[in-house]
Nanobody
């Protein structure tokens, strides 16, 4: 069983930055791609970013491209999401997830999920 634990969320003013972390249990972390999704109140969960097993390939939603950076440290079983130039519309619960096989924008392509961390951006 894989456990994913997100941290680093909080309240920040517009224009500020946060770095989210997702720590994974187990010995197979480096074999899988990882993704970040977010869900705002009353809205469906949406893709934010993903990274392949080595960290050599990354994907971003258009809404965060140029502001967010995904990275991973396989020695620490951790994936990160650096969020800069935050906007009020970035407010959501952010979830990390393990790719089932390969990477994608569809949440159904991910099999394990963390509990989420709240990010609130004030205007």
């Amino acid at each position: 069983q894989v456990q994913l634990v997100e941290s680093g969320g909080g309240l920040v003013q517009a224009g500020g930055s946060l770095r989210l972390s997702c720590a994974a249990s187990g010995r197979t972390f480096s074999m899988y791609g990882m993704g970040w999704f977010r869900q705002a109140p009353g809205k469906e969960r949406k893709f934010v970013s993903a990274i392949n097993w080595s960290g050599g390939t990354t994907y971003y939603a258009d809404s965060v491209k140029g502001r967010f950076t995904i990275s991973r440290d396989n020695a620490k079983n951790t994936v990160y999401l650096q969020m800069n130039s935050l906007k009020p519309e970035d407010t959501a619960v952010y979830y990390c997830a393990r790719g089932r096989s390969g990477l994608g924008y569809d949440s159904r392509q991910y099999d394990y999920w963390g509990q989420g961390t709240q990010v609130t951006v004030s205007s």
